[in-house]
């Protein structure tokens, strides 16, 4: 068994710990008070060839692997994981034209999300179906000419309005199958596409700066050539893509676990009652040394499941484990270096406020914590 990373990862890692902190970590102060997408620091991302980390090289992309990307995920995770969140959603997206996409489709797409210059949505989530997918309602119907008319509504979806979003991935009801179940299939819908409208930004607890909204789609038209993969395949494909979503949730949460030791630590040390450091009362340590542990056993599970994904084996179970593992960890995390950092830590200037709003999302995203145990369930046979 080899635990070593090549030499090019290792680089990696540092390239996207010293662009963290040099460049993220100010604008996240920024997103978090402001509210605003951070478009300078995407274009300079996108510039170290980030936006197409997983793009092949044909289309301007880095060609990079799932265990590299996580391996930059972790880092990006723990100064922010608002840009994580903004740059996970265009890999996913990108990731579906790639696996996806006909050669037009890609040459058309591909070397805009490479460059950054447009970013990816992926609307699947609808006021009234949430971890029941299958139980959407947005509709496709095909006109005589072969043109498909959409109707519907999205709501929560993530990059979907920005000056740069273009190209959302949409899944909508395409018709029956065995006479019960929809048909679903997944189509791209340019901006600017008549009958699409985007809804009011949500005002949301934490991940300000990321852009989420509703949708609207009224009799929205779009070419006989919209459909990205096979018709009434757009589930199947969807899921298929969030497994490296599933790591990646995991891997945050493993960051965040991380960013809660540092914050939590440095605050024990310093901070004395009963004329001693907080650092020096077991009961605190416990903690510590709990989120030591969880973000060391996250960190190395995450890397599993992403080497497996990479070998491009089977990982859907291990996958679902690490959401699992890494989210609720994190949550724990977050309780316990809020609650060593006593009053102070409901005071939004403490950076510890802001990663226990984080962690709160961390278990809903890309699949609840109920639905993974589902998942792990089922692979055990129940
Ligand atoms: C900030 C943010 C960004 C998002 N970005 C996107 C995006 O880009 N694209 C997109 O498509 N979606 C996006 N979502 C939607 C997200 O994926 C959903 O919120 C999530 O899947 C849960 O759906 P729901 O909120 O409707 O909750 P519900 O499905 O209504 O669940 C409510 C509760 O019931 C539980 N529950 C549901 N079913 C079961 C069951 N069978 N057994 C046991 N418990 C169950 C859930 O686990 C949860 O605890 C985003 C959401 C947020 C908040």
Redesign the pocket.
């Known amino acids: 068994m080899d635990f070593e990373l090549s030499s090019e990862q290792v680089e990696l890692q540092r390239m996207v710990r010293d662009f963290a902190q040099r460049e993220v970590a100010v604008a996240q102060e920024q997103m978090d008070r402001d509210h605003e997408f951070p478009y300078d620091v995407w274009k300079k991302w996108s510039d170290l060839g980030m936006a197409g980390i997983l793009i092949p090289p044909e289309y301007g992309g880095s060609g990079l692997d799932s265990l590299t990307y996580i391996l930059a995920m972790e880092e990006m995770g723990a100064v922010s994981q608002t840009f994580a969140l903004i740059w996970q959603?265009h890999v996913m997206v990108a990731n579906m034209y790639v696996h996806l996409g006909t050669q037009a489709q890609k040459e058309k797409w591909l070397p805009n999300f490479a460059s950054g210059a447009k970013l990816g949505?992926?609307?699947?989530?609808e006021p009234g179906a949430?971890?029941?997918a299958a139980g959407l309602r947005t509709k496709a119907v095909r006109d005589a000419k072969g043109e498909w008319i959409i109707n519907g509504n999205?709501i929560?979806?993530?990059?979907a309005g920005t000056k740069i979003s273009d190209g959302t991935v949409l899944m909508a009801a395409t018709g029956e199958q065995d006479g019960r179940r929809k048909s679903i299939s997944c189509f791209i819908i340019p901006m600017g596409t008549p009958g699409y409208t985007l809804g009011q930004s949500f005002d949301?607890m934490a991940?300000h700066g990321m852009d989420?909204r509703e949708l609207v789609l009224e009799d929205c038209r779009v070419p006989s050539d919209s459909l990205l993969g096979k018709e009434g395949a757009g589930l199947r494909q969807a899921l298929a893509g969030l497994n490296l979503g599933r790591i990646v949730f995991g891997t945050l949460g493993g960051a965040l676990t991380r960013a809660c030791l540092e914050e939590a630590l440095n605050y024990a040390k310093e901070r004395k009652q009963f004329g001693r450091a907080l650092s020096e009362f077991q009961l605190t340590q416990a903690k510590l040394a709990d989120m030591a542990t969880h973000a060391e056993g996250i960190r190395r599970f995450a890397h599993y499941a992403a080497w497996l994904h990479a070998q491009g084996q089977d990982c859907h179970t291990e996958a679902a484990m690490v959401k699992l593992m890494g989210t609720r960890l994190a949550v724990q995390a977050a309780t316990d270096a809020y609650q060593i950092h006593g009053g102070y830590g409901f005071m939004r200037e403490y950076r510890v406020n802001r990663l226990y709003r984080e962690a709160q999302?961390l278990e809903?995203?890309?699949?609840?914590?109920?639905?993974q145990q589902?998942l792990i369930a089922r692979s055990l046979g129940c």
Not at 121 to 125: G, S, V, Y
Not at 364 to 371: K, L, N, P, S
Request: no cysteine.
């Open positions: 959603v949505a992926f609307a699947l989530t949430g971890s029941d999205k929560f979806i993530s990059n949301k991940w989420n999302i809903i995203g890309e699949g609840t914590t109920e639905i589902l």
